[in-house]
């Protein structure tokens, strides 16, 4: 079983930035892939980053790319995702999960393990 705790969400005004981390534990040392997701007030869950560490390969909605970074500390057994220029649109509960493929994958229901979320607010 792999466990996922995120933290790092809060409240912060429109332009400013947010850094969530996620410890992932031993699952970064693997090849699989790691995503953050959101769930948006009346929406569904979507992806907003992915990061295939076996390839080194980043794949970004199109609504945050140019501001949102993901990146993994394997030393640290962490993932992190830096969010800058934030927005009103991006206030949302953010997730860290962790996918059984070894590829690059970006929809929900091809990540297996879920954080319980961190509440983002932008205003």
């Known amino acids: 079983h792999v466990q996922l705790v995120e933290s790092g969400g809060g409240s912060v005004q429109a332009g400013g930035s947010l850094t969530l981390s996620c410890a992932a534990g031993?699952?970064?040392?693997?090849?699989?892939?790691m995503g953050w997701f959101r769930q948006r007030p009346g929406k569904d869950c979507e992806g907003v980053a992915v990061?295939?560490?076996?390839?080194?390969?980043?794949s970004y909605a199109d609504s945050v790319k140019g501001r949102f970074i993901i990146t993994r500390d394997k030393a640290k057994d962490l993932v992190y995702l830096q969010m800058n220029g934030l927005q009103p649109e991006d206030t949302a509960i953010y997730y860290c999960?962790?996918?059984?493929?070894?590829?690059?994958?970006?929809?929900?229901?091809?990540?297996?393990?879920w954080g319980q979320g961190t509440q983002v607010t932008v205003s």
């Open positions: 999960a962790a996918s059984r493929f070894w590829w690059l994958v970006t929809r929900p229901s091809e990540y297996d393990f």
């Open positions: 031993r699952y970064t040392y693997k090849r699989n892939c």
């Open positions: 990061l295939w560490i076996g390839g080194a390969t980043t």
